[in-house]
T-cell receptor, first 114, second 113 residues
């Protein structure tokens, strides 16, 4: 039972390079999310997708783009990486059955931009 | 501005020494308060959801309670394996999307044997 799978686990980029973080879930959830986690800042929402074919901005979307490729996959792209994007990135999907609501998180991608 | 504040930032306990973690929030129309546990190098893992003042939920040595402006996570007779960062989160005002969360900065708990 894989849950939410993120790749890669670690990545080092130079300023200006681009990359895509991949996320896939096997729980048939409609909603998926991208968060970043920085020391002293807590988790902050970058983008989310309420359902296949829709995406919306979160609290800190600047410098990022997303694609909801299908129900399983939700990718995050950095077009021109900046040192301020050094962070740990978490993908999550939401299970919502009545009042039983919760997020399932992946294990994260640690990104360093030099 | 919607905010979630957790205290203390760090807590060191001896095994068996009970204590409480605090989470205060400023959203007015609460649509759920969530507690997650995060181990080093891993993603957060769901613990509890509380929806209304007076509600309580328990899981092993953990009990979460909710008032109109704050939540407490009580840890009774903790063990070293309870060492982790505990995160509190709420949806922002007006949002029914309970995956779109405002997180506190977390409380890092260390339990020494």
């Amino acid at each position: 039972n894989a849950g939410v799978t993120q790749t890669p686990k670690f990545q080092v980029l130079k300023t200006g390079q681009s990359m895509t973080l991949q996320c896939a879930q096997d729980m048939n959830h409609n909603s998926m999310y991208w968060y970043r986690q920085d020391p002293g800042m807590g988790l902050r929402l970058i983008y989310y997708s309420a359902s296949e074919g829709t995406t919306d901005k979160g609290e800190v979307p600047n410098g990022y783009n997303v694609s909801r490729l299908n129900k399983r996959e939700f990718s995050l792209r950095l077009e021109s990486a900046a040192p301020s994007q050094t962070s740990v990135y978490f993908c999550a999907s939401r299970r919502r059955t009545g009042t039983n609501e919760k997020l399932f998180f992946g294990s994260g991608t640690q990104l360093s931009v030099l | 501005e919607d905010q979630v504040t957790q205290s203390p930032e760090a807590l060191r306990l001896q095994e068996g020494e009970s204590s409480s973690l605090n989470c205060s929030y400023t959203v007015s129309g609460l649509r759920g308060l969530f507690w997650y546990r995060q181990d080093p190098g891993k993603g957060p893992e769901f613990l509890f959801t509380l929806y209304s003042a007076g509600e309580e939920k328990e899981k092993e040595r953990l009990k979460a309670t909710l008032t109109k402006k704050e939540s407490f996570l009580h840890i009774t007779a903790p063990k070293p394996e309870d060492s982790a960062t505990y995160l509190c989160a709420v949806p922002p005002d007006g949002s029914g999307n309970t995956g779109k969360l405002i997180f506190g900065q977390g409380t890092t708990l260390q339990v020494k044997p």
